[in-house]
T-cell receptor
Framework: EAQVTQNPRYLITVTGKKLTVTCSQN?????MSWYRQDPGLGLRQIYY???????DKGDVPEGYKVSRKEKRNFPLILESPSPNQTSLYFC?????????????FGPGTRLTVT | KQEVTQIPAALSVPEGENLVLNCSFT??????LQWFRQDPGKGLTSLLL?????REQTSGRLNASLDKSSGRSTLYIAASQPGDSATYLC???????????FGQGTELSVKP
């Protein structure tokens, strides 16, 4: 089944404890990205990757890192999480960035930082 | 800069009713418009993608239309069911990186 998977689905952590949220897609997509969703603010892009080893900042990159060593994986790293990073996180992928292609989203990771 | 708006923010209808959800966008030079469904606290499920060259797309009881000249897209749901209750989001790619610009969503409640 074609899909985007994320792990973990739920995570409660404390301020400053490094964490990684994994994202994997099995559709051979070139483009992958991360969004966060917050009440009243909607979905905002954090980082994106147009291809392996090519990543760039989205609208809200502060406090996050990403890497794209393999085409199928695009982990989101929070080096020193803070309470304002409590949010619902989504990974997405698409065949390319040409704008013609449908984007597929993962099931989401609900992160709470205390 | 593309802006996407969805009105109303919430809608409640009785089961069986046909309904229309609205999506407006400011930049008519869009590549496509995508409709998603989101159940509370869950992921986004892609429902329909309309390319800029298309006027409408259909999937089962869903029909999405696109009118670039007026900056509007609609999602028509026929014979609504309680299982259709969810938040519906529309989005259009804008700018570098394939970023999707989302509307704020319409929360639909279908009452039995």
């Amino acid at each position: 089944e074609a899909q985007v998977t994320q792990n973990p689905r739920y995570l409660i952590t404390v301020t400053g404890k490094k964490l990684t949220v994994t994202c994997s897609q099995n559709m051979n997509h070139e483009y992958m990205s991360w969004y966060r969703q917050d009440p009243g603010l909607g979905l905002r892009q954090i980082y994106y990757s147009m291809n392996v080893e090519v990543t760039d900042k989205g609208d809200v990159p502060e406090g996050y890192k990403v890497s794209r060593k393999e085409k199928r994986n695009f982990p989101l790293i929070l080096e020193s999480p803070s309470p304002n990073q409590t949010s619902l996180y989504f990974c997405a992928s698409s065949l390319s960035t040409s704008g013609m292609y449908e984007q597929y989203f993962g099931p989401g990771t609900r992160l709470t930082v205390t | 800069k593309q802006e996407v708006t969805q009105i109303p923010a919430a809608l409640s209808v009785p089961e069986g009713e046909n309904l229309v959800l609205n999506c407006s966008f400011t930049d008519s030079a869009i590549y496509n418009l995508q409709w998603f469904r989101q159940d509370p606290g869950k992921g986004l499920t892609s429902l329909l993608l309309i390319q800029s060259s298309q006027r409408e797309q259909t999937s089962g009881r869903l029909n999405a239309s696109l009118d670039k000249s007026s900056g509007r897209s609609t999602l028509y749901i026929a014979a609504s069911q309680p299982g259709d209750s969810a938040t519906y989001l529309c989005a259009s790619p804008a700018g570098q990186g394939g970023k999707l610009i989302f509307g704020q969503g319409t929360e639909l409640s279908v009452k039995p």
